[in-house]
């Protein structure tokens, strides 16, 4: 009988520490993949410059005459930098990419998350794999 006993209250912590395990998961996959923090961005003066700790280097962009940063955020391994004339994006493995502004065109909403970043504007919805380095871009229709 004291084995089965102990046998029931084994099975009873196994399955509660399974169970932990389990939800503990659950919310690491609802936060980020895992992907470590690669990137910071440095505005300096008339330069971007991002700081790349995977390759241990530091890439710079400058920036145009009279252009000037509106907006930037940064993900674990892509930054997004919005200016008075291009979207930028940086990936940690793909490098600074552009894509010029429409005229016009508002900037709604811009976030950057893992290797994504996503800029919705009056007109256009665009993201930015930073892996690949690659925009993509769908026009929208947004009613007045």
Known sequence: MLRTAIGD??????????????????????????????????????????????????????????ENVRESVEGEAVLVVVTSQRILGYGVVSGWRQIDRVANERIETVTAEDYAGLVVTSERMLNFNGESGVWGERERRVSQ
Do not use: W, Y
């Not at 209250?9 to 936060?31: F, V």
């Not at 895992?34 to 390759?55: E, Y």
């Open 9 to 66: 209250r084994l099975s009873i912590t196994a399955l509660a520490l399974s169970a932990a395990l389990i939800a503990t998961d659950a919310l690491s996959q609802t936060t980020s993949q895992g992907v470590p923090k690669q990137v910071h961005l440095v505005v300096d003066g008339n330069r971007l410059v991002a700081s790349n700790i995977r390759s241990s280097s530091f890439d710079e962009l400058r920036l145009r005459a009279r």
